[in-house]
């Protein structure tokens, strides 16, 4: 809005608008905004990892660094580019033109599965399904420190809960960041709500592998509950802040140079919309996810 108004673009009751000008109540304000153009998707040769493929859908395992569907700054390389080549017009086009197919997302740095309709008619039962809560999304994250239920901060912080001893429940409402509106953020009296549950698979003292699994699914869900639990993702850029691990830690150098969040989806549930068959697909965590693991297993020398 800052550059519409400094282009005057923007009028209040005829008047070109300033951002410093006053707006009354019942004036009639018009913004103008510019028509961009907006270039064809194009088809591009980029390999796929398919799990399963039949008449109605596609399961793919994204690898880190792939966007979903073209963007502002993502115009290309992104999975819909990938699918257009592969698939051609064996897509839904319920989504449009920019996202034929795509049911669901998964933030471009973390791996993993997803599933994509070929025909309208799958669209529509996935969609159903995601908006239901019913679809299983479980993933795997490798987080700074130990989450416990006997952490009595953990305890004390609003929006956490403990269910069967071992697993964490964070309830809250997520929304866009109030000053960084690429961020989200926990909030409580707007958003939208949202839950994830956790559970600890292996600590490592400093760090631990957790299994995450979905009630909602929020933009950065994981990411920003975890961080709101006090144990934000290894290498997340945006929610991870800047915990390192003791310099003489063997594994600190590794855990340092991890260049993406340490979140992978690795367990997609579904019921076929067309079949009616249950569908569950399991993916193995990638390299730079074991390396990762393998540096934290190292035992610090005593």
Not at 176 to 183: G, I, V
Not at 245 to 257: F, I, M, Q, S, T
Not at 277 to 286: C, G, W
């Amino acid at each position: 809005m800052a550059k519409l108004l400094e282009e005057g673009r923007v009028t209040v009751d005829g008047r070109v608008a300033s951002a410093r000008d006053k707006v009354e109540w019942g004036a009639q304000i018009e913004v103008r905004v510019p028509v961009t153009d907006d270039p064809e998707t194009r088809a591009e040769d980029i390999p796929l990892t398919i799990v399963h493929e039949d008449a109605d859908l596609i399961v793919i395992d994204k690898p880190a660094g792939m966007v979903v569907h073209p963007a502002p700054g993502s115009p290309g390389g992104t999975l819909v580019n990938a699918l257009l080549h592969h698939f051609g017009g064996n897509l839904s086009g319920v989504g449009g033109a920019k996202r034929p197919g795509i049911v669901h997302r998964i933030d471009k740095e973390t791996s993993g599965l997803l599933v994509v309709a070929k025909s309208d008619a799958a669209h529509h039962g996935l969609a159903a399904q995601f908006e239901a809560h019913s679809v299983e999304r479980r993933y795997l994250a490798v987080v700074h420190g130990v989450p416990s239920a006997g952490d009595p901060r953990l305890r004390g912080t609003r929006g956490i809960n403990w269910e069967q001893a071992d697993i964490l429940k964070i309830t809250t409402r997520l929304g866009r960041h109030r000053t960084d509106r690429q961020k989200q953020a926990v909030f409580w009296d707007s958003g939208r709500h949202a839950v994830t549950r956790a559970r600890t698979i292996e600590p490592f003292g400093t760090a631990a592998l957790i299994e995450c699994w979905l009630e909602t699914g929020r933009t950065h869900q994981i990411r920003v509950h975890m961080a709101h639990a006090g144990h934000g993702l290894i290498g997340d850029p945006t929610y991870g802040g800047a915990r390192r691990l003791p310099k003489d830690h063997p594994g600190a150098a590794v855990v340092a140079a991890f260049g993406r969040q340490a979140l992978h989806a690795e367990t997609l549930g579904f019921v076929h919309p067309v079949t009616a068959a249950q569908m569950r697909f399991n993916s193995a965590v990638p390299d730079d996810m074991a390396g990762l693991l393998a540096a934290l297993r190292v035992k610090r020398p005593s």
